[in-house]
Nanobody
């Protein structure tokens, strides 16, 4: 089973940027992958996902601010986050799965493998 390790979190002021990375232990080209986040006291929320063809989808609140991408050579998933807002503060997790329907790409229950998370704090 693929293993995932996130990095790139940190503390930033509102309006700033961060780039998260998720390194996979094997080739990611066959996987559907996504970024989720969970703020204290809230449910885990799908932020952005990318299917096996490289097509992305985003939750409405991050559209035009966040960009998900996948490097199949480096086996790494990225999340470029710009114009960060305090509401973006959360633990961010990457996840991998297979054969996920387009309409379910942001549902956590569809993913079988998760990283340990990286904290993002926006003040």
């Amino acid at each position: 089973q693929v293993q995932l390790v996130e990095s790139g979190g940190g503390s930033v002021q509102a309006g700033g940027s961060l780039r998260l990375a998720c390194a996979a232990s094997e080739n990611v080209s066959k996987y559907y992958m996504a970024w989720f986040r969970q703020a204290t006291g809230k449910e885990r929320e799908g932020v952005a996902a990318i299917d096996s063809t490289g097509s992305p989808t985003y939750t409405y609140s991050v559209k035009d601010r966040f960009t998900i991408s996948k490097d199949n050579v480096k086996n790494t998933l990225y999340l470029q986050m710009n114009s960060l807002e305090p509401e973006d503060t959360a633990m961010y997790y990457c996840a991998a799965g297979r054969a996920i329907a387009w309409g379910e790409l942001l549902r956590p229950g569809r993913y079988t493998t998760w990283g340990q998370g990286t904290q993002v704090t926006v003040s």
